[in-house]
């Protein structure tokens, strides 16, 4: 927590970028449209296909109900679950080949198997929601619109609910996280994947459940009841109950600590401030030090086994984000025409207050972002595929974090062009005078998002090559270099390794233990 608070009092001294932000920056917080809906759904005891009432609440939690009337009445629902780490498959073979695969050695052979529900009812427009700890939800919708509707609204909340930690810039969170990642690295797990998904609580218990899984593993499957596909969903069933377990401790302990959070938050920032100058300038003096000893074992490694990859794994992110920014402003430009067109042709007001209503809508619209988000998707596989070598496996927390940055510039874009444009008109201009001016914001906003994406699009590259390459570069250096902490220092996007190892290296020696970050740049 010191760390972190020094960190983020060490940026507010520090020198600003040269190109600050020119959007204006959306107030409204991060959500999912609220999406409600019938549903046949697998539940009950023995599980059957049973029609039910699902909602998506616009803060990423599924609830689902007997009948809507339930729900209208307020009543109490069947069940519910936050949509934190769940995968949603439209493919019932490709989640059948998945339950196989949870038990192998009863897969092989299915025609001794009990009836299974599953199989009993071809299902035309599947929702598998699959969780890797947590029992698997299955849906199916009445048509196939309803089912990419449904997809969409449980991909934003699934998003939603993992990225929460990400998109804090609280020194709690960040704290929290690099206590995470020290904590693995001290169990020899340097590699980054998608555990940093969720809320603290649930953050943790994900990486407690990953430590308890091999002894579940061994111990449990040969007294599970059934074979085949039974097996693998009693299997699912023994998880969330573990799951649950799991997080309802590390909630209340969370919960328990957070008083003596805000305390110790409060006393850090009282005794760091006054004193903020003379420990910037001892970190440098001895980051100094501490750079001539590791500059050497660095760069060897850099140039022998990240160097050969870094170009191609650059040119993908790039390709990756460029064609997501251009979809944005795509979209962008094509709203603003929208407006235009209906103040041209002397729509009525009220036609007017919609259309202005649905633009400011866009942000939060899954069917129009679609087409923005599944640019992040197409490099997904051989960008995982790169990235593997290093022991790189957050590819989903990649894609969402490239989705969160298309949404935040479009809610800055939006938030900029109903201000500026709310400035500008007044009740004395004719139809004409109001196009005009539009027409002066709508190029005012399209410049402003032009240099805001490109400063985005540099900082999205260089964190997220600090994120596949830095673990592995410590791992092969902890021999060595004691490596304790990393910090990482946003800067342009480097051609070669050496530009993105900006980091914090901790040694230790006989006499004295040096925390300090290097926030010298390697160029």
Known sequence: MAASVLRQISRELGPQEPARCQLLHSKKLPRVREHRGPLTQLWGHPPQWQPSFCVLHGDGRLE?????EEYENGDRPLGSTTLTG???LTSQREYLCLLDALCPDSSRDHTQEEPDPLLEMPVSFPLFLQHPFRQHLCFSAATGEAQRAWRLALQGGIRLRGTVLQRSQA???????????LYRQQHGQFGNDDVTLGSDAEVLTSVLIQELLPALRAQTPPGLRGAGRARAWAWTKLLDAVHAAVLAGATAGLRAFQPEKEELLAALEKTIRPDVDQMLLLRAR?????????????ESCLRGKVDAQLPRITQTLLSTVEAELAAVRTLLTQGMDRLFRLLRGSSSSTQ???EVYSFGEMPWDPELMQICYREAKRSRGQLGQLAALFGFFGIQSLVFGAQDLAQQLMADAVTTFLQLADQCLTTTLDCDQATQQLEKVRGRVLKKFQSDSSSARRTFIHSWLLCIFLPFVLSQLEPSCKAVT??????PVPTTAKGIMSQGVHFKDDKTEAQISLANQWT
């Open 64 to 68: 689902w109900f007997s009948h809507r």
């Open 286 to 298: 001895v980051a100094s030090r501490l750079k001539a000893e590791v500059q050497g074992p660095l």
């Open 352 to 354: 007017l207050r919609k």
């Open 86 to 88: 769940y995968t949603v």
């Open 171 to 181: 020194p709690a969170a960040r704290a929290f996280l690099d206590a995470i990642r």
């Open 486 to 491: 990393v910090m990482c220092f946003v800067s």
